[in-house]
């Protein structure tokens, strides 16, 4: 997964994905960041997200993105092979302004500004119904979207650390 950060004069923005509804994806439909499942020819989880946000959005990061970290990798509930699948969503820094170019699996892409997400009033709830059993599950909801479950995982450990003074700041 590819955790892209891009400045602008009002301030960071994050990028999301919405994923193209389709049978075969489990989270189809849901906000995301760019990525996917390592193929044969990855060396590596940060090769796939490389791989996959160039392919999901013709976005180039070894080219027009800086490699900041990666975030703690996650493991799901849903199973590829003989265990769960793992996520590891690395942190990139958008330099210029590359245009963003969904394929089909990609509904749309969008920026989210980081003052929203880290402002805890637009913390929300919102209820899943999993096997016909509903769940609240906590959320946010930007202009209509919700960004919740394993992204909103992520996302937070993300924000925290965005969330901490630069070393050698002032508290």
């Known amino acids: 997964m590819a955790a892209v950060i891009r400045q602008k004069k009002t301030g960071l923005e994050l990028l999301f994905i919405l994923r193209a509804k389709h049978p075969r994806d489990p989270w189809s439909g849901q ?3 760019p990525g996917g499942r390592v193929d044969d020819g990855d060396s590596g989880p940060l090769a796939t997200a490389l791989r996959e946000t160039r392919e999901e959005l013709a976005l180039d990061l070894e080219r027009d993105g800086e490699l900041l970290g990666a975030l703690s990798e996650v493991r799901t509930h849903l199973r590829r092979g003989p265990g769960p699948l793992s996520v590891v969503p690395f942190v990139f820094e958008l330099k210029g302004k ?3 170019v969904p394929n089909s699996e990609v509904q749309e892409a969008l920026w989210v500004p980081l003052p929203f997400l880290l402002d805890r009033r637009n ?6 119904i999993g096997r016909g059993v ?18 909103l995982h992520m996302l937070d ?5 965005l969330a901490r003074p630069a070393a050698g700041s002032e508290a």
Do not use: D, K, Q
């Open 31 to 33: 906000m995301a960041w």
């Open 98 to 100: 590359p245009a963003l």
């Open 123 to 128: 913390r929300g709830r919102f209820v899943w």
């Open 134 to 151: 509903p769940l609240v599950m906590p959320s946010y909801r930007f202009e209509g979207r919700v960004i919740w479950g394993l992204t």
């Open 157 to 161: 450990e993300l924000l925290v650390l």
